[in-house]
């Protein structure tokens, strides 16, 4: 399923889908939007706009990072990690970049399709490259400490198949357990987005892949409201435990 994809702009200032009933803002703040998305025209990148539109209405001067439209390539060079045993080394220029882009942010939203039960490609290559040891560990106290981070992961899968709970687990520990809280993060949470397909998709007990019919007019408009809707509470929630934190 693929919906365009407005375009935005780094510290773009978008009005948010809808409203919250939580005061979440927090004017003057950063934030960084990151879509790990190969295609411009994803369901990924719609989520990745609404996410930006709801950071900027609550008063954060939003980054946008598309990695696949800034040709970000994923495969870590020497340049990119050099003299690992130490924590003060210099890295690339890309590196580098990417590194005060995460620096400048106190809320982050990552926003990706769930791959084998994990990030893509492009996604991983980043992490690795960026959250370089001497950068986002390897410090008694870490550059990135206190920063709050938002996973979006959408999945073809349906909410009710039974692989999902095990798919929430794997990316917390992940995501949460293995990469946010090894960084020094204060607040890390997995959004995981169920239904991303257009045609209902699952595995039987024989393990065939069963695709159902394909939901349209009146029923396909309500799902994705809601899908967006799903989203956008996800960002909220993240804001609202901020602003409490603040």
């Known amino acids: 399923m693929t919906q365009s994809a407005a375009t935005i702009t780094p510290t773009a200032e978008l009005t948010a889908a809808g409203s919250s009933t939580t005061d979440t803002s927090t004017p003057g703040a950063n934030a960084l939007v990151v879509l790990g998305h190969h295609r411009s025209d994803s369901l990924s990148a719609h989520i990745a706009d609404l996410a930006v539109g709801r950071l900027a209405a609550a008063g954060y001067t939003v980054d946008f990072l598309d990695l696949q439209a800034e040709n970000f390539d994923p495969r870590m060079s020497v340049a990119d990690q050099p003299e690992w045993g130490n924590r003060d080394k210099v890295y690339s220029p890309t590196a580098e970049a990417h590194m005060r882009r995460v620096l400048a942010a106190e809320v982050v939203v990552v926003v990706f399709p769930v791959y084998w039960q994990s990030v893509p490609a492009l996604l991983k290559g980043w992490i690795d490259t960026v959250w370089n040891y001497g950068f986002a560990y390897g410090r008694s106290k870490p550059r990135l400490a206190g920063k709050r981070i938002l996973w979006l992961g959408l999945a073809?899968?349906?909410?009710?198949?039974?692989?999902?709970?095990?798919?929430?687990?794997?990316?917390e520990a992940q995501l949460n357990d293995g990469l946010a809280y090894y960084s020094g993060f204060a607040d890390s949470r997995v959004g995981l987005l169920p239904d991303a397909e257009e045609s209902p998709q699952s595995i039987d007990a024989e393990g065939n892949l069963v695709i159902g019919e394909a939901i349209g007019g009146d029923a396909r408009t309500a799902h994705y409201a809601a899908f967006d809707a799903k989203a956008e509470g996800f960002v909220d929630a993240l804001l609202a435990a901020s602003h409490v934190a603040a």
């Open 156 to 171: 073809g899968a349906t909410a009710d198949d039974a692989i999902i709970p095990g798919m929430q687990q794997l990316l």
